[in-house]
């Protein structure tokens, strides 16, 4: 199958005009009409991809966006679980979740603590302004 890029776009266009201007150029097993469709055609795709692109970007940046907001919500579920956790009730949740910070090898440093909580106390990097 032969590809169409941007570089064929001007080839296209000119076989088009030479199409309209001498349509004895084509073959019997081609018609004015049907070139003439396939390239209406082709320009509305051409649009709609346009479009679906410009909608998959938003999408796109909307998941990163809302990603990025459920991650803080569950950071600041996650530290105040461990603040309140006085009776043990919640230690096994709280220990589920802070196997996402623990580091892999021999170091022990900064293990089960969420982002920030190494650093100094009211470092808050990783929680959403109120």
Do not use: C
Request: proline content about 3%; cysteine-free; overall charge negative.
């Amino acid at each position: 199958m032969a590809k169409m890029g941007d570089r064929s776009r001007g080839f296209v266009n000119k076989a088009y005009e030479l199409v309209q201007q001498y349509p004895e150029l084509l073959p019997r097993t081609m018609s004015v009409e049907q070139v003439t469709q396939n390239v209406e055609i082709w320009g509305q795709m051409e649009s709609i991809l346009f479009s679906v692109n410009q909608l998959q970007e938003l999408i796109n940046d909307t998941y990163v966006a809302l990603g990025s907001q459920v991650y803080t919500d569950a950071l600041m579920i996650y530290q105040f679980a461990k603040s309140v956790n006085h009776t043990g009730t919640l230690e096994q949740a709280v220990t589920e979740m802070g196997k996402r910070f623990s580091r892999k090898g021999n170091s022990k440093k900064g293990k089960g603590k969420a982002p920030g909580e190494e650093k100094e106390a009211d470092d808050s990097d990783n929680l959403p302004a109120d």
